[in-house]
């Protein structure tokens, strides 16, 4: 079962965009909808909820595996995820009517990492991604079509300086891998951990503006 929160556009408006959530790992769906109501008022705002359970009210988009001291990510899982985002997508498309043209995508952790992987395996499905506290994974790049048009992306990166989860070097790689593929993107560091500060929240906001 798709389990999701909603928030329906506040203003009357022909053709409202879409904005999806997408929370990290051991959260769950209410975790980026806090701030639904201060979204732009001309969207759907959805949050979508992890496949997998961790814990009893934690989900993730894909297991970890931190046995050995490294952090294993199953990738299996994690095409799978991007899969199943992609189909939500689809089987909404006739239930809320949103501009298809128009869908963003607000990832944290390893929302991001999806989110990330999601824009520029379908670049002309999505507009503005915001990638919160996550990083370019290779083994989910490595298929990337390098002379597809990316011209309708816009990203927006976000890190934490002291963040202990993921090293701020990590998410550093966004902005090349942008610059190589001429992408236009937002790219921010700020004094926190693995989590957005109000410094972070403002500027993501105005981004969406």
């Known amino acids: 079962m798709v389990h999701y929160l909603l928030r329906e556009p506040k203003s009357a408006i022909e053709k409202p965009y879409l904005i999806l959530l997408l929370h990290g ?12 109501e201060e979204l ?3 969207a ?5 909820r992890g496949l997998r359970n961790v814990g009893t009210e934690g989900f993730s988009w894909f297991d970890l595996d931190f046995t050995n001291g ?3 990510v199953d990738y299996g899982q994690a095409i799978e995820a991007q899969h199943y985002i992609n189909e939500f997508i689809e089987e909404i498309k006739n239930k809320y009517f949103f501009d298809q043209n128009n869908i963003n995508l607000i990832g944290f ?28 994974d ?17 990203f927006f990166f976000s890190h ?19 610059e190589e593929l001429d992408i236009d993107y937002e790219y921010h560091e700020y004094e926190e951990g693995h989590g957005i500060n ?9 981004f969406l503006r």
């Open 25 to 36: 790992y051991g959260s769950n769906e209410q975790d980026l909808f806090s701030f639904a």
């Open 70 to 72: 490294a952090r294993m």
């Open 198 to 206: 109000s410094e972070n929240y403002y500027d993501m906001l105005n």
């Open 160 to 178: 934490g300086d002291k963040d202990p989860i993921i090293p701020i070097q990590w998410s550093r790689q966004f902005k090349s891998i942008c």
């Open 109 to 136: 952790s390893q929302g991001a990492i999806l989110s990330f992987s999601l824009a520029l395996h379908n670049p002309k499905i999505y507009r503005k991604i915001l990638c919160l506290s996550g990083y370019p």
């Open 40 to 42: 732009p008022e001309d």
């Open 44 to 48: 759907y705002v959805i949050s979508l």
């Open 138 to 154: 290779p083994e989910l790049l490595k298929d990337i079509n390098m002379g597809e048009d990316f011209t309708q992306l816009e």
